[in-house]
């Protein structure tokens, strides 16, 4: 990248920038919005159990309930409720990532510039294995897309940065060879 002119280099974040935007477009058309709220839902639950748990752990010890055995009969049976409404939207969330994505957004997807080869090679290799693809998978696919391309955005902004200020490379005296070479490449 350091050979690169300042336009080039410019030009390619700015490639990059909206190459995400239209990726973030393209993922919002196709998952559904109770799609992604139900995977946001299982991502954030176990963490989220914690101030549940410790709230029920609350309301059951001021309960003015004074036997012993009934106290531990409604705080278990509160824990198997939080236990089994976790187990429903997690087997939801299975049950929504085998259905079949819109054929409309693979077409979308064959059209957008930019994207990096790996993550499209596994989609394709699940699309010819069974002839659709589901949401988990355009979600992984998605989200994998979205790392690469912020990462390749950001490269590309310090790319940029480098080249317009040079000052803020290092003095490369007094560094090993290896450190040195790093720093050059």
Not at 36 to 44: A, Q, W
Not at 46 to 70: A, D, K
Not at 100 to 114: F, S, V, Y
């Amino acid at each position: 990248m350091s050979q690169e002119s300042l336009d080039t280099l410019a030009r390619k974040s700015q490639e990059a920038s909206i190459s995400l935007a239209t990726l973030s477009q393209l993922r919002r058309r196709g998952l559904p919005r109770t799609v992604t709220l139900l995977y946001r839902l299982c991502e954030g639950l176990p963490l989220g159990l914690i101030p549940v748990t410790l709230t029920w752990t609350g309301i059951v010890f001021f309960l003015p309930v004074t036997e012993p055995l009934t106290l531990i009969r409604v705080y278990a049976l509160g824990l198997l409720a939080m236990l089994l409404i976790w187990a429903a939207l997690w087997q939801a969330r299975t049950l929504v990532g085998t259905w079949r994505l819109a054929d409309g957004i693979l077409g979308e997807i064959a059209q957008l510039p930019g994207l990096a080869y790996h993550p499209n090679a596994t989609l394709r290799r699940q699309l010819v294995g069974r002839g659709w693809v589901t949401f988990g998978e355009f979600r992984d696919w998605a989200e994998k897309q979205r790392q690469i391309l912020e990462t390749r955005r950001k490269d590309y902004e310090v790319a940029v940065e480098l080249a317009k200020h040079p000052s803020l490379r290092a003095d490369l005296r007094g560094f090993p060879p290896g450190a040195r070479a790093f720093l050059e490449s």
